[in-house]
């Protein structure tokens, strides 16, 4: 019943918890450690609770979702067009925004790496290991273009786990 109800605050809470994300990786970037993370003391920093929630809030909606239409070719088209789009479009944003600004790259010899361009298809496949020209080469984590992309690896053997015990 309360997954029914538009107003179950789920939305609300998943954007605090990407805010969380962004928090605690923040701290990452700028000191190099995570010690200054708001709950370095904990044993889960404040990145991963946010993480582990949304994994919990995912599986209850996977749930839900299946459970309205038990479908799995239905089921696994609508989290590829949740994934996906947004994956390429924050590729493509990466690649031709950010990466020019924080290339050491000649601003037009960067435009014309193959890299750079294939950027948004790699990271849809590689993700974090996708790399750009140069982009971010010096700092506390060199080369590292969008390492939070990591989770999406996750994500998907999730769906595929979930799909696995569905037919089953």
């Known amino acids: 019943?309360?997954?029914?109800?538009?107003?179950?605050?789920?939305?609300?809470?998943?954007?605090?918890?990407?805010?969380?994300?962004?928090?605690?990786?923040?701290?990452?970037?700028?000191?190099?450690?995570?010690?200054?993370?708001?709950?370095?003391?904990?044993?889960?920093?404040?990145?991963q609770v946010a993480v582990n929630t949304f994994f919990f809030l995912s599986g209850l909606m996977?749930?839900?979702?299946?459970?309205?239409?038990?479908?799995?070719?239905?089921?696994?088209?609508?989290?590829?067009?949740?994934?996906?789009?947004?994956?390429?479009?924050?590729?493509v944003v990466v690649a031709l925004l950010i990466g020019p600004l924080r290339t050491h790259h000649a601003f037009a010899g960067y435009y014309e790496e193959l890299r750079t361009w294939l950027y948004p298809l790699a990271s849809a496949v590689f993700f974090e290991r996708a790399t750009l020209p140069d982009v971010f080469a010096f700092g506390v984590r060199p080369g590292e273009v969008n390492l939070p992309l990591w989770t999406?690896?996750?994500?998907?053997?999730?769906?595929?786990?979930?799909g696995v015990a569905a037919a089953l």
């Open 1 to 47: 019943d309360v997954l029914d109800d538009p107003e179950n605050s789920f939305s609300v809470v998943r954007l605090l918890c990407a805010l969380a994300v962004v928090v605690s990786h923040s701290f990452l970037l700028v000191t190099g450690s995570g010690a200054a993370d708001p709950l370095a003391w904990a044993s889960y920093n404040l990145g």
């Open 152 to 162: 999406i690896k996750y994500e998907l053997l999730a769906y595929a786990s979930f």
């Open 62 to 91: 996977l749930s839900r979702s299946y459970s309205l239409r038990p479908d799995l070719v239905t089921f696994f088209r609508a989290r590829a067009l949740r994934i996906l789009p947004a994956l390429i479009v924050s590729g």
